[in-house]
């Protein structure tokens, strides 16, 4: 009778840090490819790049006769000698009173360093930025693939399915840009891998992920202002491991009583019973609430920088963008906020649409003087069926994920629309059509273009079914590792809808990168842990079928970490 060959769980003698490395390595090359072959491709100025890009004194330079910036993607960018954030106006461009506060001018800087290594001309070459974001996009999927406590397949599987999703073009797009929607993307792919690691076993292992967690998350929430309400899901996790403070066990309280007692012998040998235990526990409380304390202090301190104009003007084209749009009587909705009836009009277009003589009147001044979160969360409260068509038009953009530029266009009786032209993809070279798009890899963008026009009740759908699959599993370390980033994933999705969603209403896309991304996350951690679980249950039939006895090495549960 032959004998059942025993499987091996090692898929190579290669050690897993060894693999791990191969694979991030791989993962960048396929990014870089991804970027720079047969041409480089990025994300086009809105004119809004300026805001972050004057922190290290540079401005694009443009050749003679170049057409609109929104149109091409400029790389190069020289120096200015005495020019910083603090001036108002950048070339022809008119700078906001408060330039952004990004992680991702680490990035900058870092792209800064390698466009001298490379000897690529100018101060700074954006290209430069987008290999740097690749290499740290690759080192995150290769963390996942040693961290992931799956079998050799399914990690090899789950990484390539994230390199997937990231090398989407309105993901990977952003490297070779001046905005910081790609620090985004960076600090949210090593959450995920932080959040695994709180999950895993070892102590040190879940230090090092208080670390990660920590880390990357305070430069996920310092680089946009909008993903600020990413700290409470992150502070939650980073406090779920500390353990409770015990009851003083029987030795402790015996070192108690001998320290009463006066018996300073006995008490030394008493506490040393639990003394080490309680230091461990005491210092893992303590390093994640330091991490808590750190990442809000600097979330905080970073989108806390806002004047009050720019808030005003921001609540102001919420107002006229989103929520006149989405209004069967805008005169009345005028009316309430107290604003001039000429609003009315430009429902659906941003205020600056309007004729300068309108914008400077008395009327619309004292307008958006009054404006501020609380009234507009008042008149929320006093019109609830007025909240689902906002949500309803917001989920709109979700499906067309592209970012855009906000335009003014000539509209009826003299008034002006919005105008929303996509941001173009690629450079001017070789005769290229003005706002060119980059589709040679597009299967986030193109699968949420099949949704087009289904509404908020789909979106729903796209965040409710990752989470009951995974829980359908019923797989008690799925649901603290894969559920733990699922969980997040979707927190982080429904926070930046909802900013999204109220925030200025112009370049509603852009904002909603972070939550396209975590969706398309949470479908993948979803799917891989799905697959896993049914695999193991059929071989586990076949074999119980067969009357097979399968090795303890084969039966151990499918999650185990394999070296």
Not at 95 to 112: E, I, M
Request: hydrophobic letters at 50%; a positive charge.
């Amino acid at each position: 009778m032959r004998t059942p060959r025993i499987e091996d769980l090692r898929p190579t003698r290669l050690p897993a840090t060894v693999l791990a490395a191969a694979v991030g390595a791989g993962s960048a090359v396929l990014l870089i490819l991804r970027l720079f072959v047969p041409r480089p491709v990025g994300v086009a100025d809105n004119y809004d790049g300026v805001r972050l890009m004057c922190h290290l004194g540079v401005d694009v330079r443009l050749p003679r006769n170049t057409p609109r910036l929104r149109d091409y993607v400029y790389y190069r960018y020289d120096h200015l000698a005495h020019f910083g954030c603090q001036r108002h106006a950048l070339g022809s461009i008119r700078l906001p009173d408060v330039p952004y506060q990004s992680s991702q001018l680490l990035v900058l800087y870092a792209g800064r360093a390698l466009t001298r290594v490379l000897g690529l001309p100018g101060y700074l070459d954006l290209r430069a930025v987008g290999i740097v974001c690749c290499l740290l996009i690759g080192t995150a999927v290769g963390l996942l693939y040693r961290i992931a406590t799956l079998r050799h397949r399914y990690r090899l599987l789950l990484c390539a399915a994230v390199v997937a999703v990231v090398g989407d073009t309105v993901f990977i797009d952003y490297a070779v840009s001046p905005f910081s929607e790609i620090a985004s993307v960076i600090g949210l792919l090593y959450v995920a891998v932080g959040v695994l690691m709180l999950a895993g076993p070892g102590r040190r292992r879940r230090l090092a992920g208080i670390a990660v967690t920590g880390v990357s998350g305070l430069f996920l929430a310092t680089a946009k202002t909008q993903n600020v309400s990413a700290v409470l899901p992150l502070a939650l996790l980073l406090l779920l491991p500390a353990v409770p403070m015990p009851v003083p066990s029987r030795p402790a309280r015996l070192a108690g009583l001998a320290r009463l007692a006066g018996m300073r012998g006995l008490a030394r040998l008493a506490g040393r019973v639990r003394l080490p235990a309680l230091d461990r526990r005491l210092r893992h409380r303590l390093t994640g609430l330091v991490a808590v304390v750190v990442m809000a202090v600097g979330a905080f301190a970073v989108s806390g920088n806002e004047d009050k104009r720019t808030a005003q003007l921001t609540e102001a084209n919420f107002v006229v963008v989103t929520l006149l749009s989405t209004s069967a009587h805008p005169e009345r909705d005028v009316a309430e906020f107290g604003a001039p009836s000429w609003l009315a009009d430009y429902a659906g277009a941003p205020p600056w649409c309007a004729p300068t003589t309108l914008q400077d009147s008395a009327a619309y001044q004292k307008f958006t003087k009054g404006l501020s979160h609380q009234r507009i969360l008042g008149f929320f409260l006093d019109h609830r069926t007025r909240l689902l068509p906002v949500l309803n038009r917001v989920a709109g953009y979700f499906y067309e994920p592209r970012p855009t530029a906000t335009l003014c266009g000539p509209g009826p009786h003299g008034t002006q629309v919005i105008v929303l032209p996509r941001l173009g993809n690629y450079t001017h070279l070789a005769h290229t059509p003005r706002g060119l798009q980059d589709h040679r890899w597009s299967p986030v963008t193109d699968a949420l273009g099949l949704l087009r026009g289904s509404g908020l009740a789909t979106l729903l759908l796209l965040w409710l079914l990752p989470a009951a699959a995974v829980t359908a599993t019923r797989r008690r370390r799925a649901l603290r590792g894969v559920g733990a980033v699922l969980a997040l994933l979707l927190v982080v999705a429904l926070t930046q809808f909802g900013e999204s969603a109220f925030a200025d209403g112009i370049d509603t896309a852009k904002h909603l990168d972070l939550a396209v991304l975590a969706t398309a996350l949470a479908w993948v951690f979803a799917a891989v842990e799905v697959l896993a679980a049914l695999t193991r249950r059929v071989r586990r039939d076949t074999a119980a079928v067969a009357g097979i006895p399968r090795p303890a090495s084969v039966s151990a549960p499918e999650s185990e970490p394999v070296a």
